[in-house]
């Protein structure tokens, strides 16, 4: 088993700014692709960021130039540096993994979701 913890959600003034962060831990041989969704209320869950294992990162347009996705591989952890904070960015926001573990002799792989952290932004 995989398990995901985020932190670093809060409260925080319009142009503001919070860094979350996702810790990995468990039954991990390799992690592929670890991404950051959003879900505000009444609205499907999105695409905030992804980043690959060699670190190359895609964005949603709604946060490009303001959010910043990193990863340090040694540690299995993400994070989400992000600035300049809207309203509209309120939202819950899930770490999502792409996870290799190695139970010998069988590999699996399957798709992880931490719980989720809130983010508010008041105007």
Excluded at 26 to 47: T, V, Y
Excluded at 99 to 109: A, D, G
Aim: net charge positive; hydrophobic share 35%; proline share 2%.
């Amino acid at each position: 088993q995989v398990q995901l913890v985020e932190s670093g959600g809060g409260l925080v003034q319009a142009g503001g700014s919070l860094r979350l962060s996702c810790a990995a831990s468990g039954s991990i041989f390799s992690i592929n692709d670890m991404c950051w969704h959003r879900q505000a209320p009444g609205k499907q869950r999105e695409l905030v960021a992804k980043i690959t294992t060699g670190g190359r990162t895609n964005y949603a347009d709604s946060v490009k130039d303001r959010f910043t996705i990193s990863r340090d591989n040694a540690k299995n952890t993400i994070y989400l540096q992000m600035n300049s904070l809207k309203p509209e960015d309120t939202a819950v926001y899930y770490c999502y993994a792409d996870v290799v573990s190695r139970i010998i002799p069988n590999i699996y792989r399957n798709d992880y979701w931490g719980q989720g952290t809130q983010v508010t932004v008041s105007s």
